[in-house]
């Protein structure tokens, strides 16, 4: 009993793997995901903070999105740069956007163009120029700065609050 | 000119976006992410796309009652007395509120009688109970509100007898969310709009405001003499004799007299001095403006003098104005 379960779950494992490589013919394999951080406090009072899968949100959550991704070839992937739109109804939270050994730079018009927060401009309604604030960020890249080599793994993560 | 309408166009502005704000992203809305993984290998340039996540905004429970009426006057044995709310919808989803209020509460000097039925919408936003008005039936007629949408509730009560000046009595209403209440946080799996889940927001989805009666006895008294000055220096009222009238108006006991207004008749065969009427020694023009009074001309000729709101400290007011006998 306990050898055919593991076997179906051997199985099932190797389906999901095919499935995976069959959905992308190229050498990185992206994973997303959005979650949400739960505290918890034991009976001595200390708080544990841990991500788990957001299923429900509502107005004044925090939700955060990692883009896990992984070269599956045996060459090395070069120029690697993840996109990642803030979706609509969430505001990028400031300095929240981190990947290691990347350079990360912003859009304020949909993924046109990317810049430093400090190089980002918005023009309000009655002509005034301002620097443009975080929750009005559209598009977040991160540029990877060294190749991504055969076998490793990355991640590019941002945090936005949902209005 | 230009400077005012552009401070005036800033603040509606920063008013609509806190409106926005208010209630957030409304219940069953999807939002969806996907990421693109942009790379070259051996020369070529891949995009490979990652997987599309989506949540669902659940429906987040809150609400929030405000009191709307100051203090409300009343003499001991009044009925059906009006006390103002509002109940505004702060969640982000369309949800019916069950209204129930109290009289019954500590820290005051007297518990109003709820009248039967004791909850009414103003439902022609007279702010006061009128005959317009419709009442509450609880699980009949809750009111469904969509998100930031507001309604103006009363709250009506009788005053007992025999209270003392000032004697301070409290009425409370208090909305509940219609899914549910609970400590914010609690979850309501599937009961949100749209099928979608409901959350206790901030508010834990009830809140309530409490409303005040004072009572507030005062009676007004007014002493008019009258004065005559005849052509030839002496004080017989004779046809030209100039007679001047004196209204002293008081206030006594421990309230306000609202919008206090004296009307006073010219008598028949005399004619009304033109800018003679004064208020405290100050001249009040003829004519109906801003200032405190006026003379009304026609068949039935009278001033008119208003002195708001007045109270045993605001002091004697005194009304002066002059008629020449014809």
Request: with cysteine; aromatic share 6%.
């Given at each position: 009993?306990?050898?055919?379960?593991?076997?179906?779950?051997?199985?099932?494992?190797?389906?999901?793997?095919?499935?995976?490589?069959?959905?992308?013919?190229?050498?990185?394999?992206?994973?997303?995901?959005?979650?949400?951080?739960?505290?918890?406090?034991?009976?001595?009072?200390?708080?544990?903070?841990?991500?788990?899968?957001?299923?429900?949100v509502v107005p004044?959550?925090?939700?955060?999105?990692?883009?896990?991704?992984?070269?599956?070839?045996?060459?090395?992937?070069?120029?690697?740069?993840?996109?990642?739109?803030?979706?609509?109804h969430?505001?990028?939270?400031?300095?929240?956007?981190?990947?290691?050994?990347?350079?990360?730079?912003?859009?304020?018009?949909?993924?046109?163009?990317?810049?430093?927060?400090?190089?980002?401009?918005?023009?309000?309604?009655?002509?005034?120029?301002?620097?443009?604030?975080?929750?009005?960020?559209?598009?977040?890249?991160?540029?990877?700065?060294?190749?991504?080599?055969?076998?490793?793994?990355?991640?590019?993560?941002?945090?936005?609050?949902l209005? | 000119?230009?400077?005012?309408?552009?401070?005036?166009?800033?603040?509606?502005?920063?008013?609509?976006?806190?409106?926005?704000?208010?209630?957030?992203t409304p219940a069953g809305t999807s939002i969806?992410?996907?990421?693109?993984?942009?790379?070259?290998?051996?020369?070529?340039?891949?995009?490979?796309?990652?997987?599309?996540?989506?949540l669902t905004v659940a429906?987040?429970?809150?609400?929030?009652?405000?009191?709307?009426?100051?203090?409300?006057?009343?003499?001991?044995?009044?009925?059906?007395?009006?006390?103002?709310?509002?109940?505004?919808?702060?969640?982000n989803?369309?949800?019916?509120?069950?209204?129930?209020?109290?009289?019954?509460?500590?820290?005051?000097?007297?518990?109003?009688?709820?009248?039967?039925?004791?909850?009414?919408?103003?439902?022609?936003?007279?702010?006061?109970?009128?005959?317009?008005?419709?009442?509450?039936?609880?699980?009949?007629?809750?009111?469904?509100?969509?998100?930031?949408?507001?309604?103006?509730?009363?709250?009506?009560?009788?005053?007992?007898?025999?209270?003392?000046?000032?004697?301070?009595?409290?009425?409370?209403?208090?909305?509940?969310?219609?899914?549910?209440?609970?400590?914010?946080?609690?979850?309501?799996?599937?009961?949100?709009?749209?099928?979608a889940?409901?959350?206790?927001?901030?508010?834990?989805?009830?809140?309530?405001?409490?409303?005040?009666?004072?009572?507030?006895?005062?009676?007004?008294?007014?002493?008019?003499?009258?004065?005559?000055?005849?052509?030839?220096?002496?004080?017989?009222?004779?046809?030209?004799?100039?007679?001047?009238?004196?209204?002293?108006?008081?206030?006594?006991?421990?309230?306000?007299?609202?919008?206090?207004?004296?009307?006073?008749?010219?008598?028949?065969?005399?004619?009304?001095?033109?800018?003679?009427?004064?208020?405290?020694?100050?001249?009040?023009?003829?004519?109906?403006?801003?200032?405190?009074?006026?003379?009304?001309?026609?068949?039935?000729?009278?001033?008119?003098?208003?002195?708001?709101?007045?109270?045993?400290?605001?002091?004697?007011?005194?009304?002066?104005?002059?008629?020449?006998?014809?």
């Amino acid at each position: 009993m306990t050898i055919a379960k593991g076997w179906l779950m051997a199985l099932a494992a190797c389906v999901l793997a095919n499935a995976a490589a069959a959905a992308d013919k190229g050498c990185i394999v992206v994973q997303n995901t959005a979650e949400v951080e739960q505290t918890t406090t034991d009976a001595k009072g200390v708080k544990t903070v841990k991500l788990v899968p957001a299923v429900k949100v509502v107005p004044g959550d925090t939700v955060i999105y990692t883009v896990t991704f992984r070269n599956v070839c045996t060459k090395p992937a070069e120029n690697v740069s993840v996109d990642n739109p803030v979706p609509e109804h969430m505001a990028y939270i400031a300095d929240s956007a981190v990947g290691p050994n990347t350079d990360v730079s912003f859009s304020i018009d949909g993924g046109y163009n990317f810049g430093k927060p400090e190089a980002l401009r918005k023009k309000d309604a009655d002509g005034t120029e301002r620097a443009a604030r975080p929750g009005e960020y559209t598009n977040i890249r991160w540029v990877m700065r060294h190749p991504l080599a055969a076998g490793a793994e990355a991640y590019a993560r941002f945090r936005a609050v949902l209005e | 000119m230009t400077r005012l309408q552009l401070l005036a166009a800033g603040w509606l502005v920063s008013l609509a976006s806190t409106w926005a704000l208010a209630a957030g992203t409304p219940a069953g809305t999807s939002i969806q992410n996907t990421a693109n993984v942009t790379y070259t290998v051996g020369g070529s340039q891949v995009t490979a796309p990652s997987n599309t996540t989506t949540l669902t905004v659940a429906e987040r429970l809150d609400v929030n009652v405000t009191l709307e009426s100051a203090p409300v006057s009343v003499r001991a044995g009044d009925v059906r007395r009006a006390l103002l709310f509002r109940v505004t919808n702060t969640g982000n989803g369309s949800e019916a509120f069950r209204l129930s209020m109290t009289s019954a509460i500590g820290s005051d000097n007297f518990d109003p009688v709820p009248s039967s039925p004791a909850i009414y919408f103003d439902t022609d936003g007279s702010g006061d109970l009128s005959a317009g008005d419709t009442a509450y039936v609880a699980g009949s007629n809750d009111p469904v509100l969509a998100p930031d949408v507001f309604v103006s509730i009363l709250i009506v009560n009788d005053i007992p007898a025999g209270l003392a000046n000032g004697s301070i009595g409290r009425s409370r209403l208090t909305a509940q969310a219609s899914t549910g209440t609970g400590a914010p946080g609690t979850v309501f799996p599937g009961q949100g709009t749209g099928g979608a889940d409901a959350v206790a927001g901030s508010s834990g989805g009830t809140s309530n405001a409490t409303g005040e009666y004072v009572v507030s006895d005062v009676s007004l008294t007014n002493v008019k003499s009258a004065t005559v000055l005849d052509p030839f220096g002496g004080s017989e009222p004779m046809p030209g004799a100039r007679i001047t009238y004196q209204i002293v108006v008081s206030a006594s006991g421990t309230g306000s007299a609202g919008n206090a207004v004296i009307d006073d008749a010219i008598p028949a065969n005399t004619a009304f001095v033109a800018g003679s009427l004064r208020l405290n020694a100050a001249l009040l023009t003829d004519a109906v403006d801003a200032d405190a009074g006026e003379f009304i001309a026609g068949t039935s000729p009278a001033i008119r003098v208003r002195l708001g709101n007045l109270t045993a400290a605001a002091g004697a007011q005194t009304i002066v104005f002059q008629v020449t006998i014809n």
